[in-house]
């Protein structure tokens, strides 16, 4: 370094960037993985983990009350632990409360703080946007539906009480089916709800109302009034645990109208249900106007 | 260096119900600076929105270099957007922030190029705090940086001078000149005349929705001929030269303001330019100074929103 001409001076101003850049489909996974964070609260301060870490509790309590009797208690009457089919049923307000916390916190932020603009003038167009939003909403909604029954699974097969061998295939493809149906299903509905309102609380109090409201409406007019049973068409929460049931053949409601529709109705009317949140909330989101 | 235009508008109009917010509006926009000027609600904001894909235009064409940024996720990819709220988008860290730009363009190493983009603007990509701790002109050189994270080919920057102290506001006018300069099409809005000034002297200026002028404005300042052009000049003989210039015809109008100044107005700048120093020479008069008023940025500007 003795030379004056070893001197030189480098440029400190923008780099220009050479590299290789991945396909537009990388931006999806990149958004819904941070979106399944940020609803989780992962990386985020403690109070934003409470309400996500409570609602999981809540929807894996009866799974490990479960399994823990059957841990402890050897000669427990297969009877008495709780089923397949009725899981849905019992951790119904928790797939509610759930919902009401992810699909808000995926979509209403975006809008309110202007992140929306920003994703939209970049590499995703509103389809991508939403897939990724999908996705992220789906994969949490998946962990409550899915996850307990999975765990059931496999502590009741580890303690005995499972299914054979033979038998664990077909059970494991319903319980695919039961939380998949149940997951698509509750994601599409809170996105639509989430995709009307950039605040957080309303979108979550609609998410309840639209739940809850048809089913108490509804339920009270089969029971009480004496309404067509096709009315309970309109419980999406009564739709899921009633599709459970069916899925894995344990019919819960004798003497009860909705036992009137067959199977595949009630699975048309939950995949109504499905279809009707999916499209409202990709309507939406064609006519919204992203601010910057 | 290309000079083919990289954003194109064709004929756009933007209506939300009865509200005609951008109404017939066409140009195109090469490599370099362009600002994008206007009084507010003049339709600044709706047309970068349509530039940048976030609004589909009523009637009308828009192409990013050759495309419709709608449409087209691979030329939204080469835009890159500076936006003008305030607000803070997430709560993560600046770093975090660019990063996750970064990542969204698919940059084999978001990381470097999030801390390469920060540096970029003066911060510091280890600082851990959140992005609602930073003062207002940090969280702007954040959002510039994000805008430039991906090397885009067009770059939209609305307002992005905002909140930044002098010493800020010269480095950012220093890089958007430079990225001008290698060849890239620069969009800036603001409502900061002269530093729109000293960023460049191409414009577009926006009034009540229309395109009320597209160019050079030192040109376009030029063509205001219903205007009469103002020049001050000094002089130790202001009375003598103004009667000398008033009788020859070369200016329209004279005003004396002091004992030395003298305020002219010209119809023909180029013929006052030519008469001033002979008539100022045939009555002995010394000339001290002499000093167009309002071909500046400013003036052209006021003039065309208010006609």
Redesign the interface.
Known sequence: MSSQQEARLFGLGYRRYDGPRRRPAWAILTLAVFTLRRVLGLGRGGRHKVLPALTLVIAYAPALVSVGFAALLEDLPVDDLITYGEYMFFIGSALALFAALVAPEALCPDRRSGMLGLYLAGPLDRDRYLAAKGAAVLAAMLAITLGPLLFMLAAFVVAGYGPSAGETPGLLLRILAVGGTAALGYAAVSLAVASFTTRRAAAAVGVVLVLFVPVIAARSAVESAGAPAELDLLSFPFLVSELSYRIFDEFHSEGQPIEELSSWVVAAGLAAWTAAGALACWLRYRRIEAHR | MSTEPRVVAEGVSKWFGSLVAVSDVSFDVGPGVTALLGPNGAGK?TM??ML????RPSRGTVRVLGRDP??D??V??A?G?V???E?????LTAHGFVR??A???????PGA?AA?ALE?VGLDPADTRRLPAYSKGMRQRVKVA?G?V??PAVV?L?EPLTGLDPRQRAAMIA?FQ??GA?GRCVLVSSHVLDEVERLGSRILVMSQGRLAAAGDFRELRALMDDRPLRVRVRTDRPRELAGALLEAGTVVGARLDGDQVLELDTNDARELARALAPAARDRDARLLEVLPLDADLEGVFRYLVQR
């Open positions: 904001s970068l929105r940048c894909g976030l609004a709608r449409a996720v691979d939204a990819r835009i957007l936006p003008q709220q607000s803070v988008f997430e709560p996750l730009a990542t969204l363009h698919g940059l084999a190493d190029a390469a970029l994000q430039l991906h090397d939209v609305d890089l430079g990225f290698e």
